[in-house]
């Protein structure tokens, strides 16, 4: 299993910027594909997550309103739109991927011991 992160770099406050997640070695259309991130002696949160079988998709409170995830099955990559985004947005933005989900999405974005593989991360940097 492979996830691997791009897209990230330096915007300014109040831009967009949209990063993606490619995966391999599973199916990804029955997985859980979520998107985590991590500022600097913060703990990982959950960003937003699907579980791909029903569609179930949750979105972290500090994020709401700002964030979209959407997936293209057929190149089995996953994308995180981010808008309006704020300085304390700056962080690594890791995906995380279940080959076979029981929760709701929900759950996975809140349980980091649940998922099964992580990518590197790619850096978001807002400047004020």
């Known amino acids: 299993v492979q996830l691997v992160e791009s897209g990230g770099g330096l915007v300014q406050a109040g831009g967009s910027l949209r990063i993606s997640c490619a995966a391999s070695g599973f199916i990804y259309d029955r997985a859980v594909i979520g998107w985590f991130r991590q500022a600097p002696g913060k703990e990982r949160e959950g960003v937003a997550c699907t579980t791909k079988i029903d569609g179930d998709t949750y979105y972290g409170d500090s994020v709401k309103g700002r964030v979209t995830i959407s997936h293209d099955d057929a190149a089995s990559t996953s994308y995180l739109e981010l808008n309006n985004l704020e300085p304390n947005d700056t962080a690594v933005y890791l995906c995380?991927?279940?080959?076979?989900?029981?929760?709701?999405?929900?759950?996975?974005?809140?349980?980091?011991?649940?998922?099964?593989?992580w990518g590197e991360g790619t850096l978001v940097n807002v400047s004020s």
């Open positions: 995380a991927a279940k080959p076979k989900s029981t929760y709701t999405a929900l759950y996975y974005c809140h349980v980091l011991r649940a998922w099964d593989y």
